[in-house]
Nanobody, 121 residues
Framework: QVQLQESGPGLVKPSQTLSLTCTVSGGSITASYFAWGWIRQPPGKGLEWMGFIAYDGSTYYSPSLKSRTSISRDTSRNQFSLQLNSVSPEDTAVYYC?????????????WGQGTQVTVSS
């Protein structure tokens, strides 16, 4: 059974960088042909797919967030990470890491429990 766990600060100041890490157990992040993604849900809104890093290390981002988003990985620790630059209060959301196949939240089968990130001064 694949398990994912998000970690990182729960409070980020405006204009700073949001950094989260997802630790994966029960499966390798290099296993074909999965995508390891970040998905968020702002308060009162639906799920928003942000991007993923694939089993081969390639990355894909939502066009609306591409200029501010970076996803990387540490295969030795079986972790992948999200960086979102120049945050604003509109980036306040519950952030999830998940394993799936593409760029839709519905394509993700295994999810972390989610972590609340608030952007506020």
């Amino acid at each position: 059974q694949v398990q994912l766990q998000e970690s990182g600060p729960g409070l980020v100041k405006p204009s700073q960088t949001l950094s989260l890490t997802c630790t994966v157990s029960g499966g390798s992040i290099t296993a074909s042909y999965f995508a390891w993604g970040w998905i968020r849900q702002p308060p009162g809104k639906g799920l928003e797919w942000m991007g993923f890093i694939a089993y081969d290390g390639s990355t894909y981002y939502s066009p609306s967030l591409k200029s501010r988003t970076s996803i990387s990985r540490d295969t030795s620790r079986n972790q992948f990470s999200l960086q979102l630059n120049s945050v604003s209060p509109e980036d306040t959301a519950v952030y999830y890491c998940a394993r799936g196949l593409g760029d839709l939240a519905d394509e993700y089968e295994y999810w972390g429990q989610g972590t609340q990130v608030t952007v506020s001064s």
